[in-house]
């Protein structure tokens, strides 16, 4: 039966290009490094060097041979390092709860620092809407979110948290919806075009439990995401709140206008929080993600 030592020296020899070459690498003697090539070549009934030259050269079949031998260690070593990565208590999942209306800018850093530092945890991004980043984290789904919140939500739900960063949402429509408006002279105006509402993923308790920014008597159509939403407010299909983030491209091209009212401000600003459970049982990625987050909020050092 062929041997992963036989495989590893196998590869030293190509690799370095001499038996002496690789009993350097492998701190092994030449006649051992010469002992575990010919086992193998009695393991596999061939042989697997060209030996008439100054330099060792693999034969046809050797090439295959290597080429193969390099797919197993790889999967021996990445097996190794999985063994590691749970020996050492570390996630085999971890989910996020992340809000739709959070910037992508904010988190991706983090996140990226995570995958290089823990590649064998997966991690799930739970995408949420309002009170659903709330939801998730209280009933475990997720180890912790980040959304737009005021900081008296995550306080009554007696979560620890941190601020990230901001977000200003706009209400904007096409430039055909806007032209169909004509004056606005107030917000009740409004009632009679459609209004695109993101629903609420979560269970609106609270001060969720009611529609933030609907008026009573509002014309309204519901999507699942925020994507679906600027999708129909481009097509013209109504009007609506979005990050300034996810339009500001449509904006500079035309495509969404924001609303104007002379007497009352549509748009407003929110923080992005990142937050947990107060007594959260988090392992070592979880953590580093805490970590993370906290860093963004203290700010560059």
Same mark, same amino acid.
């Given at each position: 039966?062929?041997?992963?030592?036989?495989?590893?020296?196998? !590869?030293?020899?190509?690799?370095?290009?001499?038996?002496?070459?690789?009993?350097? !690498?492998?701190?092994?003697?030449?006649?051992?490094?010469?002992?575990?090539?010919?086992?193998?070549?009695?393991?596999?009934?061939?042989?697997?060097?060209?030996?008439?030259?100054?330099?060792?050269?693999?034969?046809?079949?050797?090439?295959?041979?290597?080429?193969?031998?390099?797919?197993?260690?790889?999967?021996?070593?990445?097996?190794?390092?999985?063994?590691?990565?749970?020996?050492?208590?570390?996630?085999?999942?971890?989910?996020?709860?992340?809000?739709?209306?959070?910037?992508?800018?904010?988190?991706?850093?983090?996140?990226?620092?995570?995958?290089?530092?823990?590649?064998?945890?997966?991690?799930?991004?739970?995408?949420?809407?309002?009170?659903?980043?709330?939801?998730?984290?209280?009933?475990?789904?997720? *180890?912790?979110?980040?959304?737009?919140?005021?900081?008296?939500?995550?306080?009554?739900?007696?979560?620890?948290?941190?601020?990230?960063?901001?977000?200003?949402?706009?209400?904007?429509?096409?430039?055909?919806?806007?032209?169909?408006?004509?004056?606005?002279?107030?917000?009740?105006?409004?009632?009679?075009?459609?209004?695109?509402?993101?629903?609420?993923?979560?269970?609106?308790?609270?001060?969720?439990?009611?529609?933030?920014?609907?008026?009573?008597?509002?014309?309204?159509?519901?999507? *699942?995401?925020?994507?679906?939403? !600027?999708?129909?407010?481009?097509?013209?299909?109504?009007?609506?709140?979005?990050?300034?983030?996810?339009?500001?491209?449509?904006?500079?091209?035309?495509?969404?206008?924001?609303?104007?009212?002379?007497?009352?401000?549509?748009?407003?600003?929110?923080?992005?929080?990142?937050? !947990?459970?107060?007594?959260?049982?988090?392992?070592?990625?979880?953590?580093?993600?805490?970590?993370?987050?906290?860093?963004?909020?203290?700010?560059?050092?």
């Amino acid at each position: 039966m062929v041997k992963l030592d036989q495989l590893r020296v196998l !590869r030293a020899v190509v690799e370095t290009g001499s038996v002496k070459a690789a009993s350097e !690498r492998l701190h092994r003697t030449q006649p051992a490094v010469s002992q575990a090539l010919k086992a193998l070549e009695v393991q596999t009934g061939t042989e697997l060097f060209d030996r008439s030259g100054y330099r060792l050269e693999l034969t046809k079949i050797g090439r295959r041979v290597y080429l193969q031998s390099l797919r197993v260690l790889a999967e021996v070593d990445d097996l190794a390092q999985l063994v590691r990565h749970f020996e050492e208590g570390r996630e085999e999942t971890i989910a996020l709860a992340i809000d739709a209306g959070t910037d992508p800018d904010l988190v991706t850093p983090v996140l990226g620092r995570i995958q290089t530092a823990f590649p064998e945890t997966r991690v799930v991004l739970r995408a949420e809407v309002l009170s659903g980043a709330i939801d998730a984290v209280k009933s475990g789904r997720a *180890a912790l979110a980040v959304a737009p919140m005021l900081p008296v939500m995550l306080e009554e739900e007696g979560f620890e948290h941190r601020p990230i960063g901001r977000v200003i949402m706009r209400n904007v429509a096409a430039p055909a919806l806007i032209a169909a408006m004509g004056t606005l002279g107030r917000l009740s105006e409004l009632r009679r075009f459609t209004q695109v509402i993101a629903q609420d993923s979560g269970q609106a308790a609270g001060l969720f439990d009611r529609e933030i920014g609907v008026q009573k008597g509002q014309r309204r159509w519901y999507v *699942a995401d925020l994507h679906s939403k !600027r999708a129909l407010l481009v097509a013209g299909l109504g009007w609506g709140r979005l990050p300034e983030h996810m339009i500001a491209g449509d904006l500079e091209r035309g495509a969404l206008q924001e609303i104007a009212l002379p007497h009352t401000h549509l748009p407003f600003e929110a923080g992005v929080y990142a937050f !947990r459970q107060a007594r959260p049982v988090t392992g070592p990625v979880a953590a580093a993600i805490w970590n993370g987050f906290a860093q963004l909020a203290e700010g560059p050092s």
